[in-house]
């Protein structure tokens, strides 16, 4: 998976692309998978990540970090570019920490294969957060939260919302039980950044 986009507006492009199959060495376990920040130049030779974003908090085995990844504009509303990137089997721990601050709107129980999405906040010298400052979890068993848009708007205030594609998703019938990979779409509304060190934990869309 790859973007692109001149987060930093200094006149290089810059990539981000995800390897959901990589076993990287700071996760230890078979298809973590993991995403690397590239800025383009016109200097020729072996393009070299700016940043690799592995191992960071809930990265484990079999997440598929990096099935999609997006440059999804200002979602916190602090100036600078922020980026998504999914983990669509990646699932919701069973306790969170005390660093987590989960919405209000609370987390459904923990449930097989519903994927993540995982929100790092541009900085100013182009590169990112290497810790995410959101995450967000599936609600539906199997829902495996991959395709990401953003740069839109959808509310008018000021913060660029995300917007998410879950074709797997059993959805709830209304006459009853589940209708199996009926799929559904997402969206999460832009909101200001938790303090430094903390991670904002969404489920409710």
């Known amino acids: 998976a790859l973007d692109l986009d001149d987060i930093d507006v200094d ?6 692309v995800g390897a959901s199959y990589l076993s990287p060495i700071d996760v230890p376990q078979t298809r973590a998978g993991g995403a690397f920040l590239y800025e383009i130049t016109d200097i020729e030779g072996p393009a070299l990540p700016r940043q690799e974003l592995n191992g960071f908090r809930g990265h484990s085995g079999y997440d598929l970090v990096g099935e999609a990844t997006k440059f999804i504009g200002d979602f916190d509303g ?3 570019g922020d980026f998504a990137v999914s983990a669509r089997a990646d699932e919701q721990p069973t306790s969170f920490s005390t660093i987590d601050i989960i919405d209000p709107a609370g987390c459904p129980p923990r449930r097989s294969n519903t994927g993540s999405v995982y929100i ?7 590169t990112v957060n290497a810790e995410p400052s959101f995450v967000i979890y599936g609600e539906l068993a199997n829902e495996n939260l991959e395709h990401i848009g953003g740069v839109v708007d959808f ?3 000021n913060f660029s919302d995300l917007y998410i594609g879950a074709r797997f998703a059993d959805t709830p019938n209304p006459n009853g039980g589940q209708k199996r990979d009926a ?3 997402l969206v999460y509304r832009g909101r200001p950044a938790p303090l430094a060190g903390q991670r ?4 409710e869309p």
């Open 11 to 16: 006149g290089n492009l810059d990539v981000i």
């Open 120 to 126: 790092f906040r541009g900085q100013a010298d182009g």
């Open 200 to 203: 904002a934990i969404l489920c």
């Open 155 to 157: 509310n008018n205030d």
């Open 78 to 80: 602090d100036g600078f």
């Open 183 to 185: 799929g559904r779409a």
